[in-house]
């Protein structure tokens, strides 16, 4: 829960200063109603999530089995870039702000104003480096932070509420000043529900509570296909930081904007981005304030720690597996090295701005939640679960709209997602094709009949002759026999006929199961894949290998133009069969006289 709540827990530090700059005097109710969102709609929106998808990967693998094909990578690649922009601006956000805390502590020396990008620099290199260490050593952290900073929230909170129960005039002030700017009540309701799109950054913690499933140890019995316990375990996690989370937003929300003057919310004043060390200096002294600075800094720094878990745990279970990585992405050192260096660009281009960071972080959080909402929806649809369907269809209009309104107003945020969609997308296409001649088979597996057809051949030398399985009639098994036999000059007809199915053409690497099938008397080994010439290379390679025989593989040429069959290949996995195959097996098996002969003709 720690971990996760860097992320959650940590926007206090500057939550309750946008709230109040955001809506001014309706900021405690607009709060309210965040909360009301936040424990009708994306708590138990979440603790589905987490039943549906209890290995880390969230919605977007909910939604990615929702959507297969390409449509689904596609889909799942957007996603990635929305949740890219959630997590690599919760860790720039966070250090900038905990930047700001550091120079506007009285005590600061003089010389720190000015430096804001070099010190968040220097805070997201540390961040780094922790990582670097290991995984168990960030949770170690985590847990003695987020101890440490709630319990200093709640002293400064009470003492807050004390100030109000023997000040009551406080509090009547702002109550009149809420009624004499919107005198009527319904007006005041209506206000606060368009201002809490602005509030967004109070939700951030859910899509990491989930993220950081793989942490949960979960029961003794659990297995990969029901882990019971880590569910159970995620769901009092979400459920114990939503609860948290909501008595805090709440009571500093009412406390700060009844006890803190509206000007000093404003950029430049001593309250903008630091509402609560605001109370903590006025009212705990300097001392304590500083205390507070520290703890926050510290919490705000580490917050980028549930955004580095979250982006370890995403990034490897996906698009290295697309073939849209290299394969050392599924690396933690190397990961960590390559998100502190985009949290370094990001740094300096936003010159470590909060508020322009602001709305980036808000779109993220908000299209990840709404993704969320929307994936159990269609998964409660697909079960005939009708009340479950209406429940989860409200909550995903609730964010659906508070997405849009967020747009509206901070388009930027948008933007940003959009380079981080554009670059992911960039990058995985590249390293697609890069990676495209690899032989992309986790392993091969022949079933009791492929097995008996291979030891039924005669001879060291194994035939094969690739078909396409589109026509599978007798005249074109006995016309394929013929052409291969009157253009490679077989000397008999002891041959294998050798046919890839594709399932999926979007799917990068698995098992290949070779299954044998006797049609019109001619032996045929059938292969569910996700290319032909891949599929082709790799069962030759294990014939070769496995079974100490020199598979020849036979080919007519393709038709067509090079370049759009080319293009096929790679989008499709058809196309130019014969040299890709060839390419393939020269990758795979750099040794010439232990290499699968082709031909063609």
């Known amino acids: 829960m720690c971990l996760t709540g860097l992320d959650y827990f940590s926007t206090l530090g500057y939550q309750p200063a946008i709230a ?21 709609g994306a708590l138990p929106v979440y603790r589905r999530v987490a039943k549906e998808s209890p290995h880390g990967t969230g919605s977007i693998a909910m939604l990615a089995k929702l959507l297969p094909r390409w449509r689904g990578k596609l889909t799942v690649l957007a996603l990635l870039g929305f949740a890219a922009t959630d997590f690599m601006i919760t860790m720039t956000l966070s250090a900038a702000d905990a ?41 170690r952290l985590a847990t003695v932070l987020v101890a440490v900073f709630l319990a200093a929230n ?25 009624t004499t700017q919107h005198g009527n009540p319904l007006l005041v309701v209506a206000i606060a529900l368009i201002v809490f799109p602005k ?67 404003q ?28 703890i926050t800094i510290a919490i705000l720094w580490f917050a980028g720690a549930s955004a580095m878990a979250g982006l370890l745990n995403l990034v490897p279970r996906y698009l290295p597996h697309y073939g849209m990585a290299p394969a050392w992405a599924r690396a933690t050192r190397p990961l960590v090295l390559v998100f502190t260096a985009i949290g370094f660009l990001i740094t300096i281009i936003f010159e470590a701005s909060v508020d322009e960071q602001g709305g980036a972080y808000a779109t993220g959080v908000l299209v990840l939640i709404t993704s969320a909402a929307i994936a159990v ?46 670059g992911i997308v960039a990058v995985s296409f590249v390293s697609r094709i890069a990676r495209s001649t690899e032989l992309r088979a986790t392993s091969v597996r022949l079933d009791p009949i492929a097995a008996q057809f291979i030891a039924d051949s005669h001879h060291l030398t194994l035939r094969l002759i690739a078909h396409e399985p589109r026509d599978i009639s007798p005249e074109r098994y006995a016309a394929k026999l013929e052409h291969a036999q009157h253009a490679h000059r077989l000397p008999d ?44 290379a790799a069962v030759a390679l294990h014939l070769s290998r496995e ?55």
């Open 154 to 178: 709640l002293v400064v909170v009470v003492v807050a509420i004390q100030h109000l129960v023997t000040n009551p005039v406080v509090v009547t002030d702002w109550w009149g000043t809420l």
């Open 547 to 601: 079974l100490d025989c020199t598979p020849h593989i036979y080919f007519r040429w393709t038709e067509g133009n090079p370049l759009s069959n080319l293009a096929r290949f790679f989008l499709f996995g058809e196309g130019e069969i014969a040299p890709m195959t060839r390419e393939v097996l020269r990758e795979a098996e750099p040794r010439l006289d232990r290499r699968p002969w082709v031909h063609v003709a």
């Open 199 to 265: 509030l967004a950054l109070g939700l951030s913690g859910f899509e990491t509570g989930v993220a950081v499933m793989p942490q949960i140890k979960g029961d003794p019995g659990d297995t990969e296909e029901h882990p019971r316990g880590r569910i159970r375990g995620a769901r009092r996690l979400l459920t114990t930081s939503a609860l948290i989370m909501s008595g805090f937003l709440v009571t500093s929300s009412i406390t700060t904007v009844a006890l803190i003057p509206a000007r000093e919310f």
């Open 493 to 536: 007809n002891d041959v294998l006929f050798i046919e890839i199915d594709i399932s999926d053409s979007s799917d990068f690497e698995g098992e290949l199961v070779v299954r044998g099938e006797n049609r019109h008397g001619y032996r045929v080994l059938r292969v569910d894949g996700s290319t032909v010439p891949n599929g082709i």
């Open 377 to 422: 929806t269609l998964t409660a649809r697909r079960r005939g679960e009708r009340g479950a369907t209406i429940g989860f269809g409200i909550v995903s209009v609730v964010f659906i709209y508070t997405t849009i309104a967020n747009i509206i107003e901070r388009p930027d945020g948008i933007k940003i997602a959009a380079w981080f969609i554009i």
């Open 267 to 294: 950029p430049g004043g001593e309250a903008n981005g630091r509402a609560l060390a605001y109370l903590a200096h006025a009212y705990l002294g300097e001392g304590f304030g500083t205390f507070y600075d520290l």
């Open 99 to 139: 930047t700001a805390h550091l120079i506007e502590n009285p005590f600061a020396p003089e010389a720190l104003r000015g430096q804001q990008v070099v010190i968040t620099l220097a805070l997201l290199a540390g961040l780094g480096v922790v990582f670097l260490r290991g995984f168990r050593e960030a949770i």
């Open 20 to 40: 109040a700059l955001a809506a001014g005097a309706v900021a405690p109710l607009a709060t309210i109603v965040l909360v009301v969102v936040t424990l009708a």
